[in-house]
């Protein structure tokens, strides 16, 4: 079956720290991937999102994030965390091989980040 | 606002009733899912619809009965529920593979009590 891991459950960082996120996912086929975000008390929001092209893809707030197909890894990256960025973080999959949409979601990482 | 609206926000029901989540999207999505989202647990794919066609019921208990009446609208049909079935219930919508991108959109979501 396909999934997709989230390697760190819990985070927590200082302000101006860099950030990485780690990703993996399991399905051979061609894949979208897509990070988002759940700030406290607020809806899930796409940070950025990958389906073809250039793998190195740039999303909000100084957010980017990596696609290593060789890996089968989508790692989420920022170089200077913000108080603000405290929030949850989801990898999402779509296989797209698959005939139909199906959009599979990791288990979150949660960033607490302290001024 | 995302533009998938779902109502209740806030719902709080017996193990006996009888009740139904709705979500709606005015944004010419073909695809809608059900997820849930429980306290330290990982976002659960619940349903998949594309085009009113039932795509995925993840091994779903038949407690939970889903319904698209058409590609705006999707219910989550709830009766004799468990206490362990209390959780954030999200709606999404995406577009169809070939238009794009397939990035979800989501609900601000139904906060479910069952007691």
């Known amino acids: 079956a396909q999934s997709v891991s989230q390697h760190n459950h819990h985070v927590i960082l200082s302000e101006a720290a860099s950030l990485e996120l780690g990703c993996n996912y399991s399905?051979?086929?061609?894949?979208?991937l897509f990070w988002y975000v759940q700030y406290p008390g607020q809806h899930l929001q796409l940070l950025l999102k990958?389906?073809?092209?250039?793998?190195l893809v740039k999303g909000i707030k100084g957010f980017e994030a990596e696609f290593i197909k060789s890996k089968f890894s989508f790692n989420l990256r920022k170089p200077s965390v913000q108080w603000s960025d405290t929030a949850e973080y989801f990898c999402?999959?779509?296989?797209?091989?698959?005939?139909?949409?199906?959009?599979?979601f990791g288990a979150g990482t949660r960033l607490a980040v302290h001024p | 606002e995302t533009g998938v609206t779902q109502t209740p926000r806030h719902l709080v029901m017996g193990m006996t009733n009888k009740k139904s989540l709705k979500c709606e999207q005015h944004?010419?999505?073909?695809?809608m899912y059900w997820y849930k989202q429980s306290a330290k647990k990982p976002l659960e794919l619940m349903f998949v619809?594309?085009?009113?066609?039932?795509?995925e019921n993840n091994s779903v208990p038949s407690r939970f009965s889903p319904e698209c009446p058409n590609s705006s609208h999707l219910f989550l049909h709830l009766h004799t529920l468990q206490p362990e079935d209390s959780a954030l219930y999200l709606c999404?919508?995406?577009?169809?593979?070939?238009?794009?991108?397939?990035?979800?959109?989501f609900g601000q979501g139904t906060r479910l009590t069952v007691v």
């Open positions: 944004l010419g999505h073909n695809a």
């Open positions: 999402a999959v779509n296989p797209i091989s698959g005939g139909y949409n199906k959009l599979i």
């Open positions: 999404a919508s995406s577009p169809e593979r070939g238009q794009g991108s397939t990035e979800a959109f």
């Open positions: 399905y051979g086929g061609t894949v979208n």
């Open positions: 990958y389906f073809s092209g250039d793998p």
């Open positions: 619809y594309n085009f009113k066609e039932q795509t």
